[in-house]
């Protein structure tokens, strides 16, 4: 198989076509100049784009990494020569905007399908291995290089040995002892175990579910018997009720009468009175209006006493301060040390030296400056030191105390304005209300206005005492006829019957709380029919258990022993290849290599007995190893009879000298022979 052209919306690729020859294919392109998109590209237009992928936190799906940043739907074409004719793959954004989904393989010839190639299997028909094995065989990412020294040999391990760096066996291995382990666990953790658990606990269930159903019948056994009592209780009940109740009928009607002329004078004295929420708002508003007037009165007062004393204060402020600036003195010393001047001066020169770095001080050159600053500054504090004395303090601040007197003058004007103000909208309010309760009375008239909200809000305070005085009287009627009674007798049996109804009542309630506390918990627990075929479908998931052990215990006797032929046949020839590339890439100074199954790869030197194991190799030197033995891979399990699969390889020289990379580019050109070999690299030789 040999790729011919390739061209796609992709990442940075824009829909140029990029053309390969035969042999060796070298691409020079810069950093983020698209080597690596490039190679997704080949890879996804071979085994398609999984769409299912989600974009994580550590990293992006490809169909957000890829999406092509020139604003065109993601598609592809990828014209390649297979079986001797050439084929053209396309893949296209479909419906639903699904990129890359729309897959067409046709012959260049004569534009008749491709029946073979199908969107799923397309590079595995084409290469003979999946993606993953297409990764880690014939597309070969320069990043891989950066690999820890145990990743690297695990790798290497595993391509010598089955030609997956996913290390399928171990993979494989490694799955099912951990499905055994699911299954077996230890202690209480495999699945078998929580089997004969959930078993144990579902047979305790049924044994409870048992018990309770015989507990429910026992009550239900009882509650016929608790009710015939509940009868009797009622009729002795009922009597003495009966009876006690001819004893006060006398004293109930007188009573009902009382009630009944206290509640007619109560109504009498409602009719009298507005609507309750117009008077409550009346009475708000009535008592926002004289609190306004108050506020207004002291406003008014208060602007009158600062504009009666305005003039005096301010003169008391003038002929204060006229006496202290007659009586002040303000005399100033000014004693200059002349020795502190000249240290200042001193200093400041030796500041400016060693600014310039005229006088070298050694270590300390770069801090000089600074230190003799601060000397400098220092002796100017001491030169001026108590030259000049104290003036005596005024008794006031008389520009400020004027200001306060005008604040306080301007202050007073504002608020008997404000409260004016307030005063004349809380009596708009006021007779907006008086209007609706007594549109009688004009605005003129505004004390009697207020005299009749008054006494309005005292017949109100009378109606409200007159209904607490009514329930007082009510409830105390009721607390006679319960609680007194000219036959003591009668009202004690009428409670011991009533007592014995409510004891009957309790016995009763008590065997039915109790059904319905074991029907509670027997619903908790579950329908016992359904425990039961639980519990018999557990028993068969546990020969089951029993049965998948047995399978994997053969499967992986099955896998040791293949795994074993397949090392057999292919180890040696991989081997073999890798020892003979290696001694290519190295120019002759690796010339044998071994790999170990304890995950150890060595390389020895010509003419030398000591081998180097990965840990010893350099970083280059293990690039190349790593190098020779995907090459090797690709030579021994992806060539077929007839055809051979295109290396892919993106920077594979990060880490090779100029020399190192002259051997690898002669490796290379030499499997050019057999089969194509595209190159992408950001280095020119």
């Given at each position: 198989m040999k790729i011919l052209t390739a061209q796609g919306h992709f990442g940075v690729l824009d829909g140029r076509e990029i053309r390969f020859e035969d042999g060796l294919n070298v691409l020079y392109l810069p950093n983020e100049g698209g080597k690596s998109t490039l190679c997704n590209f080949l890879r996804v237009m071979l085994y398609g784009l999984n769409t299912s992928r989600r974009d994580s936190r550590k990293q992006l799906s490809d169909k957000t990494r890829y999406r092509p940043i020139d604003g065109n739907p993601m598609s592809g074409r990828l014209e390649l020569e297979w079986k001797g004719r050439r084929v053209v793959i396309s893949r296209q954004t479909g419906k639903g905007n699904a990129p890359m989904q729309e897959?067409?393989?046709?012959?260049?010839?004569?534009?008749?399908?491709?029946?073979?190639?199908?969107?799923?299997?397309?590079?595995?028909?084409?290469?003979?291995?999946?993606?993953?094995?297409?990764?880690?065989?014939?597309?070969?990412?320069?990043?891989?290089?950066?690999?820890?020294?145990?990743?690297?040999?695990?790798?290497?391990l595993a391509l010598s040995t089955t030609g997956d760096s996913a290390m399928m066996y171990s993979n494989a291995a490694a799955q099912l002892d951990h499905w055994k382990n699911a299954l077996r666990g230890t202690g209480k953790r495999g699945r078998y175990a929580q089997v004969e658990a959930d078993i144990e606990q579902l047979d305790q269930s049924?044994?409870?579910?048992?018990?309770?159903?015989?507990?429910?019948?026992?009550?239900?056994a009882q509650i016929p018997e608790a009710e015939n009592r509940i009868a009797q209780a009622e009729q002795g009940q009922q009597q003495a009720t009966e009876e006690f109740t001819l004893l006060f009928v006398a004293k109930r009607e007188a009573a009902e009468r009382e009630e009944r002329r206290s509640r007619e004078e109560l109504t009498a004295m409602r009719d009298a009175l507005p609507p309750f929420d117009i008077l409550a708002e009346a009475e708000r508003v009535t008592s926002a209006y004289l609190e306004a007037k108050q506020k207004a009165q002291a406003a008014r007062e208060e602007l009158e006493t600062v504009t009666a004393n305005y003039q005096k204060w301010k003169d008391d402020i003038d002929h204060t301060e006229d006496d202290y600036s007659n009586s002040a003195r303000s005399t100033s010393d000014i004693r200059i040390?002349?020795?502190?001047?000249?240290?200042?001066?001193?200093?400041?020169i030796m500041a400016v030296v060693s600014l310039l770095q005229l006088i070298p001080f050694g270590p300390l050159t770069s801090y000089m400056p600074y230190l003799f600053s601060v000397f400098a500054i220092i002796a100017l504090i001491v030169t001026f030191v108590g030259s000049t004395r104290s003036l005596e303090a005024p008794p006031m601040d008389f520009d400020e105390e004027r200001v306060k007197l005008e604040r306080r003058k301007q202050s007073a004007i504002v608020r008997n304005t404000q409260t004016t103000e307030?005063?004349?909208?809380?009596?708009?309010?006021?007779?907006?209300?008086?209007?609706?309760?007594?549109?009688?009375?004009?605005?003129e008239q505004e004390q009697r206005a207020l005299q009749w909200m008054q006494e309005t809000i005292t017949r109100k305070g009378r109606y409200l005492e007159c209904k607490r005085e009514h329930e007082a009287l009510a409830a105390q009627y009721l607390?006679?006829?319960?609680?007194?009674?000219?036959?003591?007798?009668?009202?004690?049996?009428?409670?011991?019957?009533?007592?014995?109804?409510?004891?009957?009542?309790?016995?009763?309630?008590?065997?039915?709380?109790?059904?319905?506390?074991?029907?509670?918990?027997?619903?908790?627990?579950?329908?016992?029919k359904e425990l039961c075929a639980q519990r018999d479908r557990l028993e068969e998931e546990k020969e089951s258990i029993l049965w998948q052990l047995d399978a994997i215990r053969l499967a992986k006797e099955s896998l040791v022993q293949a795994n074993a032929e397949l090392t057999g046949r292919v180890s040696p020839q991989i081997n073999q290849l890798a020892q003979e590339y290696l001694k290519t890439l190295t120019a002759d100074r690796y010339t044998a290599m071994q790999l170990y199954t304890d995950f150890e790869a060595t390389c020895r030197r010509?003419?030398?007995?000591?081998?180097?194991?990965?840990?010893?190799?350099?970083?280059?030197?293990?690039?190349q190893l790593y190098l020779a033995l995907r090459l090797a891979v690709c030579k021994v399990l992806l060539d077929e009879a007839d055809e051979s699969v295109p290396i892919i390889l993106d920077d594979p020289f990060v880490n090779y000298d100029d020399e190192r990379t002259a051997c690898g580019m002669k490796l290379l050109r030499e499997i050019a022979h057999d089969r194509q070999v595209i190159l992408l690299t950001c280095r020119r030789p």
């Open positions: 897959f067409s393989a046709y012959y260049a010839d004569t534009g008749e399908p491709c029946t073979e190639l199908t969107a799923k299997d397309c590079g595995k028909t084409l290469t003979g291995v999946s993606e993953e094995g297409f990764q880690s065989s014939a597309l070969l990412d320069g990043q891989e290089q950066s690999l820890s020294a145990g990743e690297l040999g695990d790798r290497m049924i044994a409870r579910l048992d018990d309770l159903t015989e507990q429910i019948k026992q009550y239900e040390r002349g020795w502190s001047m000249v240290l200042a001066v001193l200093f400041g307030q005063e004349k909208t809380a009596r708009g309010k006021f007779w907006e209300q008086m209007h609706r309760i007594a549109p009688g009375i004009p605005e607390e006679i006829l319960d609680t007194t009674g000219p036959q003591g007798d009668a009202r004690m049996r009428m409670n011991e019957a009533k007592e014995a109804v409510d004891q009957a009542r309790q016995s009763c309630n008590a065997l039915h709380e109790a059904i319905a506390v074991c029907r509670g918990k027997c619903e908790e627990i579950g329908v016992r010509d003419n030398s007995a000591v081998e180097m194991d990965r840990l010893r190799l350099s970083t280059g030197t293990r690039d």
